[in-house]
């Protein structure tokens, strides 16, 4: 067997198995694309709005405000 006949013959039955492969990846690199665009979707869905985060924010500075209003009167009646 020549080196000729050794690379054809591989090639005949190398090229399916390979076509396979190739084909496999590519289904599963389009899964995956379609899998992060759900998932973007889905975070796009459930992130926090600028509304609620300032709303957040006054609630925690309120809360602030109010424990050391607390903390001065009780350091008065001291």
């Not at 090639?11 to 899998?35: E, I, T």
């Not at 759900?38 to 300032?54: G, P, S």
Request: hydrophobic share 50%; charged share 25%; proline share 1%.
């Amino acid at each position: 067997m020549t080196f000729k006949e050794f690379v054809e013959m591989v090639a005949k039955f190398m090229w399916p198995v390979l076509m396979g492969v190739f084909v496999g990846l590519y289904s599963q690199v389009q899964q995956n694309r379609a899998d992060m665009y759900d998932l973007r979707l889905h975070v796009a869905e459930a992130y926090t709005t600028k509304a609620d985060l300032e709303k957040m924010f006054a609630d925690f500075e309120a809360r602030i405000d109010k424990r050391l209003d607390q903390f001065v009167q009780v350091l008065k009646n001291q």
